[in-house]
């Protein structure tokens, strides 16, 4: 059974904004922690945001603070990733991904220790 899914991606010029989704089909989220991560082929995998789930605390590597946004329905059924000011850089498939509580406050580590994810959205931003 698939854990979580993801949407949204979509091919976009830099500088434009897309929303990501990823929804459980379960009532809702109930683990700890979730996080999205980005990959590309032939390069390692690269953490961007994780949530708490009960409290919505967010967390984010450097490289997309104030541009990217992680948050949650109040239903806790679908997290979010707002994606503003997209540069050609961010081109990559993005996953939502499961991850033990322990890790949360430090997504650039973070999806090392995820154990469930999503097939994944592409995402791609032209210059």
């Known amino acids: 059974q698939v854990a979580m899914w993801e949407s949204g991606g979509d091919s976009v010029p830099a500088g434009g904004s897309l929303r990501l989704s990823c929804t459980t089909p379960?009532?809702?989220?109930?683990?700890?922690?979730m996080g999205w991560f980005r990959q590309s082929p032939g390069k390692e995998r690269e953490g961007l945001a994780t949530l708490r789930i009960n409290t919505g605390s967010t967390f984010y590597v450097d490289t997309i603070e104030g541009r990217f946004t992680m948050s949650q329905d109040n239903a806790g059924k679908t997290l979010y990733l707002q994606m503003n000011s997209l540069k050609a850089e961010d081109t990559s498939t993005y996953y939502c991904a499961r991850v033990p509580g322990g890790h949360c406050s430090d997504p650039r580590r973070a999806f090392q220790f995820a154990d469930a994810w999503g097939p994944g959205t592409l995402v791609t931003v032209s210059s």
């Open positions: 379960k009532e809702r989220f109930t683990n700890p922690c």
